[in-house]
C-alpha cells in the first residue's frame, strides 16, 4: 500500500468514525430532559429547545464542516471556539507526556540489559491497566500529598500528576516494545559485525536506534491513542479544564454538535499519527 491509498483510506475511517458517531447521538439521553430539568415536563418548552438545539441532518453536518463551521453547544458557543480552548490546554499536558514515552523509548533502547527481566515484567503490566487507573491514582497523590503536609497543590505539582497519568500506560507499552524491539537487533548481524570491528556497546546501540525508531513508528498510533484515553479519565478527575473535560461534557449533556466536533478531532488526530508511521516506515524501506 503506497501513501496515497493509506491517505484515501485515512480519509474514509475519519469519515466513517464521524458517521458512526452521529447515528450514536440518536441513542443517547435527550439533552432537552438533561437541560431543562422539571422544564422538560412542558412540550412546548422541549420543542423551542429542539428548534434551537436539534441534531441537523447529517448532510447538513458535512456541508457545513466542509465550510470549518462545527455547529454550537448547548451553550451557544461555537463548537470550533470550544474545541480550540480545549486543545490550547490540553496541548502543553499531551506533549510533555509525549516527549516524555520519547525519552523513556530512547533510554530503553541505549540501557535495556540483553536479557529480559523485570524491566519487561513491569512494563508488561502497566502496559496493560486500564486507562482510568492512573487518573485515580494521581487524586490519591494528590489527596495523600495534601493531607500528610498540608501543602496546596501547585499548578507545577498538578501538571506533573496529570503528565504521568496520562504518559505511564502508553509508555509503558512504548517501552516494553522498544526492550524487546533492541534484543531482537542485538543478535542481528549488523549489531554483531559492529562489535567485531571493536565498536564500543554504547556506539552500536546509538547505531541501532533508528532500526528502533522504523520498528516503533507503527505503536505511535497506540500510544496516542492511550494518552487520549488517560486524558478522558485524567482532566475530569483531577478537576482540569481541558479536552477530555470537553469531551466527558458532551457525553453527559447529550451535546450532539460538541460530541461530533470531539469525534472528528480524535478520529483526525490518530489519523495522522498512522500517516506519520506509514511514512516513517516508507523512507527505511520498511514495508507498509
Known sequence: MD??????????????????????V??????????????????????????????????????????????????????SKELGHALASSFPRLVIAGLAIVLASVVTAILAPARSGALDRAASFLAFLP?????????????????????????????????TAIAIVPGALIVAQTASITRRNLESDFARTLIAVGAPALYQRVRLLHN???????????????????????????????????????????????????TLVLAGSVAVFRLFALVVRRHYGLRL
Do not use: C, N, W
Not at 8 to 19: E, P, Q, R
Not at 231 to 246: K, W
Open 3 to 24: 501513501v496515497r491509498s493509506a491517505l484515501v483510506i485515512t480519509i474514509l475511517s475519519i469519515l466513517g468514525a464521524h458517521a458512526l458517531a452521529y447515528l450514536l
Open 26 to 79: 440518536g441513542v443517547l439521553p435527550d439533552a432537552a430532559v438533561i437541560s431543562l430539568g422539571l422544564e422538560s415536563a412542558r412540550s412546548e418548552v422541549v420543542a423551542a429547545f429542539h428548534a434551537d438545539h436539534g441534531i441537523r441532518p447529517y448532510s447538513q453536518v458535512i456541508a457545513d464542516a466542509a465550510h470549518l463551521d462545527l455547529g454550537t453547544t448547548l451553550d451557544g458557543i461555537p463548537v
Open 131 to 163: 486507562p482510568y487507573v492512573m487518573p485515580f491514582l494521581g487524586v490519591l497523590v494528590v489527596l495523600s500529598v495534601q493531607a500528610a503536609f498540608g501543602v496546596v497543590i501547585t499548578d507545577g505539582l498538578s501538571l506533573l500528576i496529570t503528565v
Open 212 to 262: 528502533v525508531a522504523a520498528e516503533i513508528t507503527p505503536s505511535l498510533e497506540k500510544m496516542f491513542t492511550g494518552m487520549m484515553a488517560a486524558l478522558l479519565f485524567a482532566e475530569p478527575i483531577l478537576g482540569l479544564s481541558g479536552f477530555g473535560t470537553a469531551a466527558v461534557r458532551a457525553v453527559r449533556r447529550s451535546d450532539p454538535d460538541l460530541l461530533l466536533g470531539v
